[in-house]
């Protein structure tokens, strides 16, 4: 049982490893691939990005519609459904912008991006690359994990944008929070450093969800059955990653 | 040749390096192929070309831009020069109309042939083919044979062929080895094979389904494990 125990841990030890030195090789080679490559990365910020814009703003709508809809009905209570915007704005910046558009981009450019890399290993396309004398690396990887981290602020920050405007929908124009109160209040009470803490996140949460993207489908089984596996892995781990880093950052930046 | 799972294409692998050994030394044209650099490696392998089992085209290219692939990646060559390049050696496999078609419209064949024309582009020295006749019809595995003699002959380049597939090994081969057990159990011209005296080359050139290579996987006592008792 304890050897069973220790057994896991080293391997998790051994796994941990090979991926910090994976994610190091990534970032060596960014520079290079952006400067030569850049049709590449600018393809898959289309293809990871804008294919998941659509996903990304039906969400951002309606957790702002909730948002706007939770806060006027607890702020009404102690006649304060004004700050209503205020209440919508802070958690759609800092909290739920970031993380709920790391777990839909785990979820959408995710798991496409580990499904293609695994499959293009399970149908020799990797190895083909290599005997071509083109390194798979540079040549899939890193464009992938690039695009991943372009994308992820962006998307967040549509998410966030349409948030607010959902909260508003709802506040404003359904329940009749005074519009010049919703926005005035929001803006008076928002830094500059609430911002940059959601901008923080949304980037530190692109570098997690990429890496762990590219790192699954790139070490993935070669098989149909592992290829499935490391696509359910991507969702899974990047959603426990983003959230404790989430609890991290948050307790770094308070 | 040799019997499934003796270890062809793994001995494929070992001499382009995509596996290293876990001893011994392997020699390509005077290199130990375990100690060269990255970068050695990588233009070790553009003087060779590969034809995998199943052709492993990228997907998202299509045929034209799959054989073009290494021309660009390793060339300087303009547009217009690719083009033609690349539909020489379309022509040359027979596909030159299917060049705007994407892989998955493909047949089996056509895709292997497609991969033999990107293996090609680079006018490597050595041609590796892996099982290169594995799931073709049998008017497919004709025009594969004969792509193989016909590059061989036209490119005057070393072909290495794996294959468990004694009758078109026999049509295309100089010279052959049967691999059985991580050794070389037999070698010779396909005809000299044919009377090799060792029983189990006998066995997988006549494809027999007992003899060395047994039928009968390991298994514990029939009457025992059936009747549930010691046979006496």
Redesign the interface.
Known sequence: MFRDIWATFIGFLHTFGAMCLFFLRLLLYSPSVLYKRFSLVAYQVYNTGALSIVIIMVCGLFVGGVLGLQAYSNLERFNAEDTTGIFAGFALIKEIGPVITALLFAGRAGTALASEIGL?KA???L?????????PLRYVAVPRFLGGVISMPLLTAIFTTIGLLGAHLVAVELLGVDVGAYWQQLQSALDMEDVWEGIIKSVVFGFIASLLAVWEGYNSVPTAEGVGRATTRTVVITAIAVLVFDFMITAWIL | MGPSGTGKTTLLQLI?R?LSPDRGQIIVAGDDVASLSISEL??M??R?G?L???G????DMSVFENVA??LR??TKLGESLIRNVVLMKLHAVGLRGAAYMMPAQLSGGMARRV?LA?AIV?DPAVLIYDEPFVGLDPISMGVIGKLIQQMNDALGITSIVVSHDVREIAEVADYSYVIADGHVAASGRPDELRDEPSELVRQFMLGLADGPVAFHYDAPDYEEQLLGKKPD
């Open positions: 293009m149908t020799d396309q190895s083909a690359m290599e005997m071509m004398a083109v390194d | 382009t995509q990588y233009k392998r553009q060779f590969m995998f089992q199943n492993a085209l990228l997907t692939f290494p990646e390793h991969a990107r680079m």
